[in-house]
């Protein structure tokens, strides 16, 4: 489990060192664009680049959390998300949803008790040809504030021949900090089921009347949680997630709720390292039913790119820089993969890439 260094600070290189580790897979996936920087300081292709193991990339597979399962089913809309939002998807009825669980990290072969940090992604589609792309984590906050930080991480990090850069910058960014202390104090769910998924970015949402809405969604789980230790980490099989989800699923379909949860004036809508207050106001908008797990290897997940910025009329990105650079990143993760398909076994024919 991540070792974190303590408000006051006095965290060791090795501490600092785990932190990055758990940071950097989470933070891969939401690497910002050149607009950022200095012509020819970074691209997301360089980004996309560092995510890359000392092997090189898995062939075929995301470049950031690489390892997953498919899900099918519906979000069922109860219609109170018509009041903030004019997308069809909050006009009450059932929408088909195709998905994705997934863990932060390039290994798709890697053991499901090393990733920290988990995903939900999400792609649905009304009958009137709108669609919403989602991409969720299990933190309840981002470790940096914006891009430049993510970026100085990175630079930091990479100074192994300077073990003080790493712990200068963590010094620097309480926000990298406090995500530490998430990281290595927050219980284990023993199944995705248990696990609450946040989109962290901000978002705006405008109904028929024209009046925008800032916010921010969770997707909070039915399932009762049930925390593992690290000694029961140790001991479950390499694949116990997508075992456990595959059974669980095949039993009964899981769901989670859709809670949006409204920004007020003065709350950080740029910045995803801060939670906002508890006592905002909160809405339940509609519920995520999962009822068909299928392998990601030839499964309806696989050729889906999940950005966040595949928006239907009545929602759209807000002041928030973080969803634009996601998209570049996950675009040029998706064109090298995709280049790279004859490399992944299928079964049967899937259509073009989606």
């Not at 940071?23 to 292709?45: E, K, L, M």
């Not at 009304?126 to 470790?143: L, V, Y």
């Not at 962290?200 to 230790?229: C, D, H, I, K, Y």
């Not at 910045?271 to 499964?299: C, M, N, Y």
């Amino acid at each position: 489990m991540a070792q974190h260094s303590s408000p006051s600070g006095g965290a060791t290189p090795l501490k600092l060192l785990a932190i990055a580790v758990v940071v950097g897979a989470v933070a891969g996936a939401f690497a910002w664009t050149a607009g950022w920087f200095s012509p020819g300081r970074i691209t997301p292709a360089e980004v996309v680049d560092n995510l890359a193991p000392p092997g090189g990339p898995a062939a075929g597979f995301r470049r950031n959390h690489a390892k997953g399962v498919c899900f099918t089913g519906t979000f069922d809309s109860n219609g109170a998300g018509s009041a903030l939002s004019r997308a069809t998807l909050f006009a009450a009825g059932r929408y088909p949803v195709t998905g994705r669980f997934n863990l932060a990290g390039p290994d798709p072969a890697g053991p499901d008790g090393a990733a920290r940090v988990r995903g939900l992604s999400l792609r649905l589609q009304t009958p009137d040809r709108q669609e919403w792309r989602s991409a969720m984590i299990n933190p309840p906050f981002f470790p940096f504030a914006t891009p430049q930080d993510f970026y100085g991480q990175q630079v930091a990090s990479a100074r192994k021949d300077d073990p003080q850069a790493m712990k200068d910058f963590a010094a620097a960014h309480p926000s990298l900090r406090a995500f530490g202390a998430w990281a290595g104090s927050a219980p284990y769910a023993s199944s995705y089921a248990q696990d609450r998924f946040n989109s962290l970015n901000s978002f705006v949402f405008t109904n028929a009347a024209g009046t925008p809405q800032t916010v921010r969604w969770s997707f909070v789980p039915a399932a009762e949680l049930v925390p593992l230790s690290a000694a029961e980490i140790k001991q479950r099989d390499p694949d116990f997630l997508i075992q456990e989800m595959t059974a669980r699923v095949a039993q009964a379909p899981q769901k989670w709720t859709m809670t949006v949860t409204l920004a007020e004036p003065g709350d950080p809508t740029a910045d995803p390292s801060q939670a906002w207050p508890d006592a905002r106001r909160k809405l339940d908008v509609g519920t995520l039913v999962v009822s068909r797990i299928e392998p990601q290897v030839d499964g309806p997940c696989r050729d889906i790119n999940f950005d966040p910025t595949v928006l239907p009329p009545g929602m759209s990105t807000s002041d928030d820089p973080f969803p634009a650079a996601r998209s570049a990143a996950y675009a040029v993760s998706y064109d090298r993969r995709s280049a790279e398909s004859k490399d992944l076994p299928r079964t049967r024919s899937t259509g073009a890439p989606k």
